[in-house]
């Protein structure tokens, strides 16, 4: 099938290509990193409310069950931390072997929390699963975009939210039946478990091959040429050969991507990289990710039916993935970030009203706010990130990326129980300001990035109303009056 929409850029190319099974599986395959973050999210949440678990490691917090969101914290300080280092083992190494590296550390992970005897491997293996989770994050969301074709970048990238909602699914569904389990077996399956998306990547990692980019970075020039025909069904692949060729000379003079992005012609891909994981956690989500348990046991579900409860919710959600799948490269993300900021913020201002006078129940408010989520910052919030930046910063880019998320869904995970102790249901109105916020920011500063080449989007940037003035004219090689024409 030859491919799909085009940009609306001034000077952006559109380039020739053919929807290949090679494309379509390797991204497939690739997509599957989301597979270990989904199940972790998914399994802690229930784990830490069985009861043999609580009463093997956590005795005192068996006794008050109100801390039993304590294992949360150490895996997003270790995915934080080791998004940093993956950043140079993306770039040097390529994106694949981060993968691996994260399947590995999460397979090893897993092992400790299955067979665990005491705190000490309890911990050990989070801080692993932590490291896993932060690998993956950090090369599966470059990977996808750098493989998928300019007009489906969208759908393709997608595909990684779509499988962390399949592994919370999974893990949620998990769960409810090892909850029912006599004795310590129940809690050590569902740990052990997360060897299987973990085994997934590794052998994932093994058969993929490395984006054409990444290959370009590494000096592999011919292999690149090679990779990108194959991807893309064609032999003309000339146009988008030679715009990958110059974003790497232009990496090349970027010794240290760390450094670069600090300054300011990186200025917008930096705002966008710190900003977008900020408002994805501000939305609240990850209170519903970890907690429903928690919520539909405090409203009075047994333990097993608050599981399964939340594996319906889960299915819910996953359904709504596919609408963003299936729309991001039509409509494009700001119409996706704008129609769902508004569709949050109603829906998350309406349950606080209904709450507050005590109409209606959490659990209905959740599953429409979750939603507006699902269709919006959870797939976007990965999507955006990893394709705003020239190759040179990518990698830098993207571990800021995983790092701000990871920092702020800690804090989330932190703070929830007190702030909802405190503000109760305005802790809704609470979220709600920054789906506001986020809602104004995404209008004003994000220009819309379908359909335009990886390779290409210094242009986007350089027709911004805002941004176009911190990107040099050698930056996109046309004339800059020429892409002051058209502002987002
Ligand atoms: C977010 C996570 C969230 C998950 C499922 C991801 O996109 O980054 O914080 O838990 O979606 O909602």
Redesign the pocket.
Known sequence: MAGGFVSQTPGVRNYNYKLTPKVFVTCFIGAFGGLI??YD?GISGGVTQMEPFLEEFFPYVHKKMKNAHENEYCRFDTALISSLFASTITRVFGRKWSMFLGGLTFFIGSAFNGFAQNIAMLLIGRILLGFGVGFA?QSVPVYLSEMAPPNLRGAFNNG??VA??FG?VVATIINYFTAQMKGNIGWRISLGLACVPAMMIMIGALVLPDTPNSLIERGFTEDAKKMLQSIRGISEVDEEFQDLIDASEESKQVKHPWKNIMLPRYRPQLIMTCFI?FF??LTG??V???YAPVLFQTLGFGSKASLLSAMVTGII?LLCTFVSVFTVDRFGRRVLFLQGGIQMLISQIAIGVMIGVKFGTVGTGNIGK?IG??LV???L??LVPSEISPLEIRSAAQAINVAV?MFF?FLVAQLFLTMLCHMKFGLFFFFAVFVFIMTIFIYLMLPETKNVPIEEMNRVWKAHWFWGRFIPDEAVGVSAAEMQQKSV
Do not use: A, D, Y
Request: glycine fraction near 10%.
């Open positions: 973050f989904g999210l994050n990684f939210q962390i909602i919370i994981p994805q956690q989500i990850n519903i990710t970890f959600e979750q989520f699902r910052m959870g797939p919030g990965w998320n869904t």
